[in-house]
């Protein structure tokens, strides 16, 4: 029976832990290791948080597997039939958190325009009234992209 009394009793064995660093090595990921263990990806997911040794168990299966895929890729920069884009789409895919493109994205956020408030805000400009919405907090501050033209 399982630990709330409903449902089947759960099949988790603190000895899955090893299996899964296992698979770590062999680079597998976290739905080939659910599949090499026989259990669909949520039932993987839910002793992780059930479990903290196959919570760790599994963190530590995935830092082993991009180890093992980083030295795949340090094998293969030697070989002609090396595919290097398709290598980099792996990494990318599976490892985004470390492997991912990082552009460089410089915001340069003015506000210069000056507001006669003396004035009726019927005569304000396009330019005028967004300033004061802007200094109100009452509209959220449009960054300017790498000098692109303000509208």
């Known amino acids: 029976m399982s630990t709330n ?7 988790y064995k603190p000895a899955h832990c090893e299996r899964v660093i296992k698979l770590g090595r062999q680079g597998k990921s976290l739905h080939q290791v659910a599949a090499a263990l026989g259990m669909c990806f949520g ?7 059930k479990y903290p040794e196959f919570s760790y168990a599994l963190t530590f299966a995935r830092e082993l597997a991009q180890a093992w895929w980083e030295d795949e ?6 070989s002609r039939d090396f595919n290097a884009q398709a290598y980099r789409l792996q990494m990318l895919n599976r ?9 460089e994205v410089s915001v340069n956020v003015e506000n210069s325009i000056t507001v006669d408030t003396n004035r009726p805000v ?11 919405l802007i200094r109100r907090n009452a509209l959220p501050k449009i960054p300017v992209l790498n000098g692109a033209k303000r509208i």
């Open 73 to 78: 890729g340090q094998k293969g920069i030697w």
């Open 122 to 132: 019927e005569q304000w400009g396009k330019a005028e009234l967004r300033a004061e």
């Open 95 to 103: 490892f985004p958190e470390s492997w991912r493109d990082k552009p």
């Open 43 to 49: 039932t993987l997911n839910a002793w992780r948080d």
């Open 5 to 11: 009394g409903k449902g089947r009793p759960s099949n």
